[in-house]
């Protein structure tokens, strides 16, 4: 899957995920084995999130440690939070 892909893939998730609204931040779980680089994948979301209720939206990672773990390969939405 090409980071474009998993990009727009993550913002449906966030935008589902929100009921109106802005969102603030967006916790995203990274598998031990996706190879995913943090860095890159919170500029292409800055840059893919221009415009939507995403824009400005921190991503906060969550890395998992284990290789074995069923979702070891998995990049995915864990929650997503709003202004207070």
């Known amino acids: 899957m090409s980071n ?5 893939r993550l913002m449906e998730e966030a935008e589902l995920r929100l ?3 802005p969102a603030t931040r967006v916790h995203v779980e990274v598998g031990a084995l ?7 994948l919170q500029r292409q979301f ?3 999130a221009a415009g939507s209720r995403l824009e400005g939206a921190e991503l906060i990672f ?22 207070s």
Request: proline fraction near 10%; charged fraction near 15%.
């Open 19 to 21: 009921d109106g609204g």
């Open 4 to 8: 474009g892909s998993l990009v727009q």
């Open 46 to 48: 800055g840059k893919a």
């Open 34 to 40: 996706s190879n995913i680089s943090p860095a890159a």
């Open 62 to 83: 969550h890395i998992g440690g284990d290789p074995l773990s069923p979702g070891a390969l998995a990049v995915r939405v864990l929650s997503v939070e709003r202004p």
